[in-house]
């Protein structure tokens, strides 16, 4: 088996091009306590001086907010729980998906309903405390995740400033072809509406019914989700299931620290078998595209490029971990083999996995 010794291999061999400028690979192997759980009115800024507090501060945005004036529909939200026997309702699951999030079980975009990444997260949230399994969601599991109160009385739902730079960014029509798409400067968002979608970690959806009446503009102040702080301890193994389309994280002691809904293979293109290593990572990768006919079309970086923000290259030629141009489609659509996260769960990923950390396929 040819195993990847070169940042240049590993990018021809997926197709991504050479030329591009490579993020330094933070090894993330200190044993610092980044430990930020609770927002106190800025969401994804990670304390600390370690290797993994630096990398997510450059890859994920921070985010200052503000629960002032927060209209009903939202105070709903962040009062919400939940018994057993009780319904859920739209402001319950919004909660739910929050508390999962936080817990480090990720849902994928959250849009307020019950759907299979959801109910994925639950699950693994399950596993990781050495709760039963379900397909429902039960006390157990309601009182596990609203154990701990500074967590449980974050707000899920608040108020938020656009600022020229959320709003005045580069869009583009995105093309069908790659020979169309090379001829673009950046796959950029289609819409500044997709862009805070994805930087609120919510659907585009979700965000335009919370905000009906907004203009989207610079001074503005919108509603949004609340992202949390994303997971700060080094990865050193994740386990790609392919049955429950997700990407199990654990610590160098066995512990499962993070879950994140995935799509892994297709039936044309099935991802491979065993065990490999990380060889690579980039941040914001180009993608070379090879027609039937040979030839090349490079498509270059942007959030709807192919493989969104980032690439991690295994050890095993043309495959690896990374982003996704539609979010909301994770573990609903194929992937040429390898393992397709949110863009936002491939930046937190980017941050804390290991050089040389162990990629299972299971």
């Known amino acids: 088996m ?4 070169k940042v240049s291999s590993a990018l021809a061999a997926f197709g991504l091009s050479t030329a591009l400028l490579m993020s330094p690979s933070f090894a993330a192997t200190d044993n610092t306590k980044d430990i ?20 997510l501060n450059k890859y994920l945005p921070t985010i200052k907010y503000t629960t002032e004036n927060l209209p009903v529909q939202a ?19 919004t909660k739910l998906q929050a508390l999962l999030n ?26 990781a405390n050495g709760l039963t399994v379900t397909d429902t969601l039960n006390n157990e599991t309601w009182q596990a995740l609203t154990k701990n109160d500074k967590l449980t009385t974050q ?44 930087k609120f970690h919510m659907s585009e959806k979700y965000l335009k019914a919370l905000n009906p009446n907004a203009r989207f503009s610079a001074g503005e102040t919108i509603t949004v989700y609340n992202p949390g702080n994303p997971n700060t301890k080094p990865v050193s193994r994740v386990v790609a299931d ?67 923000l980032v690439w991690i290259g295994l050890s095993k030629p043309s495959y690896g971990i990374h982003g996704s141009p539609d979010p909301a489609r994770i573990s609903r659509q194929a992937s040429a083999g390898c393992i397709r996260l949110t863009n936002w769960d491939a930046l937190a990923l980017l941050g804390v996995i290991q050089n040389g950390a162990t990629v299972e396929f299971k």
């Not at 869009?171 to 798409?181: F, N």
């Open 155 to 198: 707000p899920v739902l608040v108020r938020y400033q656009l600022s020229e730079a959320d709003v005045n960014i580069k869009t583009t029509t995105i093309p069908a072809g790659a020979e169309a798409k090379a001829k673009l400067d950046g796959m950029y968002y289609e819409s500044v509406t997709e862009g805070l979608a994805e």
């Open 242 to 308: 392919k049955a429950t389309e997700t990407l199990y994280a654990y610590d160098d002691k066995n512990n499962l620290i993070a879950s994140y809904p995935t799509t892994v293979g297709s039936t044309a293109t099935p991802s491979p078998t065993g065990t490999h290593t990380v060889e690579v990572k980039v941040h914001e990768p180009n993608y070379t595209y090879t027609g039937n006919d040979g030839s090349k079309a490079i498509i270059p970086p942007g959030p709807n490029n192919p493989v969104g």
């Open 75 to 93: 105070q709903k939200v962040n009062s919400a729980t939940w018994k057993q026997g009780m319904k859920r309702d739209r402001e319950t699951t």
């Open 102 to 127: 936080w817990n480090q079980n990720g849902v994928g975009a959250v849009d307020g309903y019950w759907g299979k990444n959801t109910i994925k997260a639950m699950q693994a949230f399950q596993k």
């Open 36 to 55: 930020s759980p609770v927002t106190n009115g800025v969401s994804q800024k990670v304390a600390g001086n370690s290797k993994a507090a630096a990398s």
């Open 2 to 5: 040819y195993k990847v010794t």
